[in-house]
């Protein structure tokens, strides 16, 4: 697989974004299009596409955490969430409203849904690395940038 | 009642020591002797706890007189046990592994006795088979005693889901969960019986019965503690306990006296016969033990209230005997690293202390008087030859001949430990090493152990009167009115006395021509061996497994899809068929822009229905997806079309990762005979989806989303309906399907890396892919 220097530029430049969209399709799910399941495949493609890119060592070069912490963190996150309730009395997966007064952006409320909906975005985007990582094209060597002239001796 | 059962589960971990570890057992023994003293006859402490309440499950708890009869036993010796162990271990690390566990069974032991509540009766059932498996396991690094653990797992886990099976269809029968409802229901009928013959299954195979004795003999690859506690005393008397609580109420069912009284006669004669040929000390009271076992099988389960009272006496005798028995083997092997009589020469006149509690004990097991065990077998002798039964009397010549056979054995184990060693000119087997002429006397400490055991059963011989409120208390569990015999050493010229004389003399007889006696053995030609029964079983069932998964994982991407597909379509178009129906004012489409869209999302199907290069099929898949994106967008579900499009990329572009594996193009096309039965199949899919869809839009009832939607605001403070069905409303369905995702992605991750080292595995993986991503979608 041949490398592009333009493309991965490009990618570098956008994966913050990208994750960028992804949290805000997480927080904002609650009310308008997005969630948890949708955040996290934006992530997981975003960074699909540094890996088709720049190969596997772009990826670890991005995110620090196995595909697997991700997986493992987002399923123990979800099944806490769902528990907590029983300990204060409550049915399981039984949601509270939370909202906190912060500053700039004034009254937040929001759900402790959301740490469900984390759950979920965990998994998905950790299912997704995985799998593109797993399946994908390994470690790209070096020598196959684009060769500049002279570069061989 | 429920903080005794705790104590008693407590696991003493970290530095465990034994003398910790008693501290359980002599609580409960403690409260055990409470109990009997202060309970009226008939009477019971009951706790119920509440287990799982939404599925009415309830842990009922009742302590009666034969519970607190089984929970002395227990109790005693249990501490007696630790105290024995204590000197055994040392202080090899192999104390702090056996101690916790042996307080776990005894806690596990005692849940069993004192449950109520069949279903919990079973967990604590299960508990014990569970402990004996790590405690017969103990040495884990000899390959025999892993062997011999697993052989009693399966067994007696096998017995005991036959159990289960068999309590479950009780309680449906009778509407009783609890052993006082069934006993008082006293059920009949066919489906009653089949459960009948299920829980003694488990009730058999628990306490070794014949054919299913075969894991006991294993079993004494445990260290000698555990073998006096679990494969004597304790665990495998659940068996009988099991049967002694059900044959009050269910012994006049047609199948349970053929099958308890025939596998104990069975477990009682060969029991016996094959002790007789032992060389190995431990396993001859193995062998013993299932002969024991048999005698109380048939005492318990003939159903007539003698016999019953009778079979309490002789399960404390019998936990009184054997006990020290093994103990004393343990000893006998400490001292001169042997338990094969063979090795053993003159024995007695170096250990007389030792010899003295033997010939105690084992004295007791053949019922000599004034022991205990004597009086046992007299009450046992007298019961059955007034059980009214038409076969009464065979059954009475079948136990006085076991009885001879036990006191032939008892001999055979005290002369082998103590006495000369046999002549081993004409002994099979010369190979068994040198007489052991190097012994290192015991501690008194550890001999005072099976000491105090035989000289109980030297006491309550003497003064039956101790014994008297044991069996006073059990015997109540009958029958309101029942009411024990009175115990004694002289019950005047009864036929029993002529019996227990005539056992007592052909025993003697066959003590005495013991050399004849086992060349007669040793002529006759071996009994079938269950023992082979078992590895024959345990290999074909794996042989079967592995057929089994040849056949049904083939290996091949197409079959597996036609299954799913076939089952699909099949059970959409059973309960389809009767309900199709054509919703009212269908019109084709509603704006021009759904008409452009489906006819793009048609063209690329068909194209990748023909497509013959690789990455052309899955480019063309990606535009049907992207295309049923844009109807869900059309139509106005702004989140369904996100994710679809989402995963629809994906999915491209995990194909294309895969594909890069594989040859660009499929193989030469197939010739249309292959490829007709598939066309078929896909016409049939696409057919059950599409009236199923046209179906499907038609109501009856009216539908849940409008109960959500309204519902989505207020209670979950969420506008996003969609997302607050998946986090909130049916947030338990997406918690499984994470943990769906998360147990696919490990097996993609396990799968690629096989495929990293061999090939062919990118393939299944890419399936996987597909599978996770669905189950999300779901």
């Not at chain 2, 028995?325 to 094969?340: C, N």
Request: proline share 5%; glycine share 12%; hydrophobic share 55%.
């Amino acid at each position: 697989m041949r490398r592009s220097v333009i493309l991965e530029t490009v990618i570098r430049a956008e994966l913050p974004v990208l994750l960028v969209v992804s949290l805000y399709l997480l927080f904002a799910g609650h009310n308008q299009p997005g969630g948890g399941f949708a955040g996290g495949l934006v992530a997981g493609a975003a960074y699909a596409l540094a890996l088709v890119a720049g190969g596997a060592g772009a990826v670890r070069r991005t995110t620090r955490f196995q595909p697997t912490t991700l997986l493992g963190a987002g399923l123990l996150l979800a099944t806490l969430t769902a528990l907590v309730p029983l300990f204060t009395g409550n049915d399981l997966l039984e949601h509270d409203v939370l909202s906190a007064d912060l500053p700039v952006l004034g009254t937040v409320k929001t759900t402790t849904a959301l740490f469900f909906d984390t759950g979920v975005y965990l998994v998905v985007t950790g299912l997704v690395l995985l799998v593109v990582t797993a399946l994908g094209p390994g470690d790209l060597d070096v020598g196959d940038v684009d060769a500049t002239p002279g570069d061989g001796t | 009642m429920a903080a005794a059962v705790l104590v008693a589960a407590r696991r003493p971990l970290g530095r465990a020591r034994f003398a910790v570890a008693a501290l359980a057992p002599a609580a409960t023994a403690g409260w055990a002797v409470w109990l009997l003293a202060t309970l009226d006859p008939g009477e019971a402490h009951t706790r119920r706890v509440e287990w799982v309440p939404g599925l009415d499950l309830t842990l009922g708890f009742r302590a009666d007189g034969l519970a607190a009869v089984m929970a002395l036993v227990i109790g005693a010796i249990g501490v007696l046990v630790c105290a024995y162990a204590a000197s055994y271990f040392g202080s090899s690390p192999t104390a702090a592994k056996v101690a916790p566990l042996l307080v776990a069974f005894a806690g596990s032991m005692l849940g069993l006795v004192l449950s109520d509540d069949v279903l919990g009766l079973f967990v604590f059932w299960e508990l014990t088979s569970v402990t004996s498996f790590l405690l017969i396991g103990t040495d884990d690094e000899r390959p025999e005693a892993r062997a011999a653990a697993q052989q009693a797992f399966l067994i007696t886990g096998a017995g005991g889901l036959a159990l289960l099976g068999g309590l479950v269809l009780l309680g449906q029968q009778t509407g009783e969960w609890t052993l006082q409802g069934i006993v008082a229901a006293a059920p009949s009928g066919g489906l009653v019986e089949a459960a009948a013959v299920l829980v003694l299954l488990g009730a058999l195979t628990k306490s070794a019965q014949v054919p299913f004795h075969s894991w006991l003999p294993g079993a004494m690859a445990a260290p000698t503690p555990v073998s006096a506690y679990l494969h004597s005393a304790t665990m495998v008397k659940a068996g009988v306990y099991l049967v002694a609580r059900l044959s009050p109420g269910l012994a006049e069912l047609g199948p349970w006296r053929p099958v308890v009284v025939g596998a104990g006669v069975a477990s009682l004669l060969v029991g016996g016969w094959r002790a007789l040929r032992q060389s190995d000390l431990k396993i001859l009271l193995a062998m013993g033990t299932v002969s024991q076992l048999g005698l109380l099988m048939i005492l318990f389960g003939v159903g007539t209230e003698e016999a019953w009272a009778a079979g309490v006496v002789l399960l404390v005798a019998h936990a009184l005997f054997k006990a020290p028995l093994f103990m004393v083997v343990g000893i006998v092997d400490h001292a001169t690293h042997t338990r094969d009589i063979r090795r053993l020469d003159r024995l007695g006149r170096r250990l007389p202390v030792l010899c003295g509690v033997g010939v105690l004990a084992a004295s007791s097991m053949a019922g000599v008087p004034p022991l205990l065990g004597f009086i046992a077998k007299e009450e046992a002798l007298a019961a059955l030859g007034e059980t009214g039964l038409s076969w009464g009397t065979a059954l009475l010549v079948a136990v006085v001949a076991g009885s001879v056979l036990t006191v032939a054995y008892s001999g055979r184990f005290v002369f082998g430990a103590f006495g000369p060693a046999p002549d081993r000119g004409s002994a099979p087997g010369a190979l068994v090493g040198p007489i052991v002429r190097d012994v290192h006397t015991p501690a008194a400490s550890i001999v005072a152990v099976p000491a105090v055991l035989a000289g109980a059963g030297l006491l309550f011989g003497l003064l039956p009167v101790l014994v008297q409120p044991l069996v006073d208390a059990a015997v109540t569990w009958w029958g309101p009115d029942a009411h024990a015999p009175t115990l004694a050493l002289w019950h005047g010229l009864k036929p029993a006395l002529y019996w227990s004389l005539l056992v007592l003399t052909l025993g003697s007889l066959a003590i005495v021509a013991r050399s004849a006696v086992e060349r007669v053995q040793v002529d006759l030609p071996r009994l079938p061996g269950t023992q082979r029964g078992y590895e024959r079983t345990v290999r074909g069932l794996l042989r079967g497994a592995d057929r089994v998964t040849g056949v049904v994982q083939s290996g091949s991407l197409p079959t597996y899809l036609a299954v799913i597909l076939v089952t699909m379509v099949v059970t959409v178009a059973v309960p389809l068929s009767g309900a199709v129906a054509v919703p009212e004012g269908l019109v084709l489409a509603d704006s021009w822009g759904q008409l452009l869209v489906a006819a793009g999302v048609l063209g690329a199907a068909l194209g990748a229905a023909l497509a013959l290069r690789r990455m052309t099929v899955v480019l063309l898949l990606g535009v049907v997806g992207y295309g049923v994106a844009a109807l869900f967008m059309i139509q106005g579900a702004p989140d369904l079309a996100v994710t679809q499009l989402l995963v629809e990329t994906l999915t491209v572009v995990a194909f294309v990762l895969v594909l890069r594996r594989m040859p660009e193009r499929f193989a030469a096309r197939q010739s249309v005979r292959r490829q007709l039965p598939r066309a078929a199949l896909a016409l049939a899919v696409g057919a059950v989806v599409f009236v199923f869809a046209l179906s499907a839009t038609v109501r009856t009832e009216p539908g849940v989303s409008e109960e959500y939607l309204q519902r989505s605001l207020p209670e979950a403070a969420g506008r996003n309906v969609v997302n607050v069905i998946v986090v909130d409303f049916r947030g338990l369905d997406t918690l499984g399907e994470i943990s769906v995702v998360l147990v696919a992605a490990l097996g993609i991750s396990a799968l690629s890396a096989a495929g990293r080292r061999g090939r062919g595995a990118g393939k299944a993986a890419g399936t996987g892919v597909d599978a996770a991503e669905e189950g999300g979608v779901a």
